[in-house]
Nanobody, 118 residues
Framework: QVQVVESGGGLVHSGESLRLSCAVSLPNFARYNTGWYRQRPEKQRELVAVIANDGPTFYADSVKGRFTISRDDAKNSVYLQMNSLIPEDTAVYYC????????????WGQGTQVTVSS
């Protein structure tokens, strides 16, 4: 059974930083595209950042210049460095690993809460 486990969430003040980590128990993790999504209160889940299996990244406009996504295939892990946090970043953050194009599936974690106080 595939496990996707996020960690690193918490309560911070505006302007502070957090680093989210995600460990994925997939034997061929390097073949997967990975990303972070978030669901803010009373909003739909939205893309935050993705990093493709071969390295290219994409960010939502709302986090460009503040968040950085990275991955370590040797550790089956993906990270999200979040700087200059603002209250609007308050959300449950979900990690995703997918390679549907190759029929390898689409996997989600349970989420980690990030709360930014003003």
């Amino acid at each position: 059974q595939v496990q996707v486990v996020e960690s690193g969430g918490g309560l911070v003040h505006s302007g502070e930083s957090l680093r989210l980590s995600c460990a994925v128990s997939l034997p061929n993790f390097a073949r997967y595209n990975t990303g972070w999504y978030r669901q803010r209160p009373e909003k739909q889940r939205e893309l935050v950042a993705v990093i493709a299996n071969d390295g290219p990244t994409f960010y939502a406009d709302s986090v460009k210049g503040r968040f950085t996504i990275s991955r370590d295939d040797a550790k089956n892990s993906v990270y999200l460095q979040m700087n200059s946090l603002i209250p609007e970043d308050t959300a449950v953050y979900y990690c995703n690993a997918e390679r549907r194009a190759l029929g390898l599936g689409n996997f989600w974690g349970q989420g980690t809460q990030v709360t930014v106080s003003s």
